[in-house]
């Protein structure tokens, strides 16, 4: 029986761009079925209290130059926008407003990943581009539907329910791989490797230590 894996992910984060190439390669030969549920990263942000890696300001120099390197690495092709970040609202709303069943397919999720990360000095909020890009994927909905929006919340809030606190995240069983480079350690898991019978009675084994205040020293 094929093992459901759901990545979490929002079209703003570049490394869930990557991942989301990557991902592929990384379970070829495994018996996987993949969903793809978009929720609004800056969600998990605000829940969590967090600014985005692209809110502070050598971290975002950083940010890109990583993801700008791996991409390299990767052989994924990767030009940045004009500017990021960015409202990511209306291309997550089109992305829900394009499934029936709540199910958002692979194609429909690549074609807007490109328009953010395929398309370089490119406005992703331009309203030319993403009137294109609604003619192009010929949504059920409209993006403005009140069901579109809520579907989005309900899913981010589900994401935040089951302790989802970055994109990507992979979920699968009552397990979670954050990161575009926890792929190896999915991959590892789905084979079956047995440190995964005690990795967490290890981690639960350490105390909690120093607790600080948001900003706090």
Known sequence: MSTTVTMYLDFISPYAYLAFETLPPQLAGLDVTVRYEPILFAGLLKHHGQLGPAEIASKREWTYRQVMWL???????????????????????????????GEVDRVTCATLFQHVWCHEGQEAEDVARLEALIQKLQPMRAITDAQVKQSLIDATQAAIDLGVFGVPTFAVHDRLFWGQDSLPMLRQYLQGDAWFKTDRQQVASVAQGVRRSIGGA
């Open 71 to 101: 991409a390299r690495e990767a052989q994924v092709p990767l030009a940045m926008p004009a500017r990021h970040p960015f409202n990511p609202l209306a291309l997550l709303r089109l992305a829900r407003a394009c499934t029936v069943d």
